[in-house]
């Protein structure tokens, strides 16, 4: 599980196949701004808001702040991984730990889909941007409501079935690199796990609500 806070950005080392040998499976290595505080081969670490799993730590030499993780073809399928090169930075998420404290919400860290950012509103201090949602996603946002963007915890303004918006304030445009969006660009999009979980039983409750039940012999 993660929160959403982003705690740093890295740059891409390297996008390499993955030595497993899979067909289209990357290993992708990063270099950290500092070493993730506990974390190391085996732990979970969540890169543009996408859960993967430590697969190798840089030795001395890089005092710890090189981490590979190996990408399936599902994961590139489904999320924006596939689209890195050498030189990008993602999101840096450690994996929330018992005491933590839950800054943004809670988030698995398992992308719904892939938006397209279709505006970008620049105000005085902030950054407002419009979200175009997959099909999957549609009516799963609402006002004041939680939702995963490339990581980052945010609060969605105005939405509706097929978009919604959200304001990021100067702090988050310093730590995180959604200021540097343009229309066309896609972005990880989780959704509010609790309401995803409310959503699925409402829907199987009214799905068998609207069954014709059998009669009872008489």
Do not use: W
């Amino acid at each position: 599980m993660f929160t959403g806070i982003v705690t740093q950005r890295a740059r891409v080392a390297a996008v390499v196949p993955a030595p497993s040998g899979e067909a289209g499976a990357l290993r992708l290595v990063l270099d950290l701004a500092s070493p993730l505080p506990g974390t190391g081969l085996g732990d979970s670490v969540a890169l543009d808001g996408c859960c993967l799993t430590v697969v190798e730590v840089g030795g001395a030499e890089v005092k710890g702040t090189r981490l590979a993780f190996d990408a399936i073809p599902e994961t590139l399928r489904k999320t924006t991984l596939g689209l890195r090169r050498v030189g990008d930075r993602v999101h840096v998420e450690a994996a929330l730990r018992l005491g933590d404290a839950l800054g943004g919400h809670l988030v698995q860290g398992h992308v719904d889909g892939v938006g397209t950012v279709t505006a970008v509103t620049r105000r005085a201090d902030d950054v407002c941007l419009r979200i175009a949602v997959p099909p999957a996603l549609a009516g799963s946002q609402l006002p004041k409501g939680s939702i995963t963007v490339d990581g980052v915890s945010l609060t969605v303004g105005e939405c509706a079935d097929d978009a919604f918006t959200v304001y990021l304030i100067p702090h988050t445009l310093a730590v995180t690199g959604l200021g540097e969006k343009r229309p066309g660009d896609p972005v990880n999009l989780e959704a509010d796990v609790v309401g995803r979980y409310v959503e699925h039983h409402v829907r199987r409750y009214l799905a068998g609500a609207a069954r014709p039940t059998p009669e009872t012999p008489r």
